[in-house]
């Protein structure tokens, strides 16, 4: 069984960062595709970045430049590093795993996917 479990989020004022960690187990956890998504009220899921097993990322042009997606696979966590946010950050984030080789931010292309954790960014 694979479980994939966020934690994190919290309230920040606009201009903060949060970390986002989301823990692996069940499965080969280098060999897959990484993301995370985000899902704002409303709206639909958004993908945010996503990584794959050879470093290779893909953000969404929202968050370039601002948000850092890693892992690190002795701990098996899959990590998102986000600064400067803004309140339209605000938002569920999930993080989700994959069979894709590439980094995709396609949510049909996910497999598994953690419960979610609230990141509230006030003006």
């Known amino acids: 069984q694979v479980q994939l479990v966020e934690s994190g989020g919290g309230s920040v004022q606009a201009g903060g960062s949060l970390r986002l960690s989301c823990a692996a187990s069940g499965y080969t956890y280098s060999s897959y595709c990484m993301g995370w998504f985000r899902q704002a009220p409303g709206k639909e899921r958004e993908g945010v970045a996503s990584i794959v097993s050879d470093g290779r990322t893909s953000y969404a042009d929202s968050v370039k430049g601002r948000f850092t997606i890693s892992k690190d696979n002795a701990k098996n966590t899959l990590y998102l590093q986000m600064s400067s946010l803004k309140p339209e950050d605000t938002a569920v984030y999930y993080c989700?795993?994959?069979?894709?080789?590439?980094?995709?931010?396609?949510?049909?292309?996910?497999?598994?996917w953690g419960q979610g954790t609230q990141v509230t960014v006030s003006s």
């Open positions: 989700a795993a994959g069979g894709s080789w590439y980094p995709t931010r396609t949510p049909s292309q996910y497999n598994y």
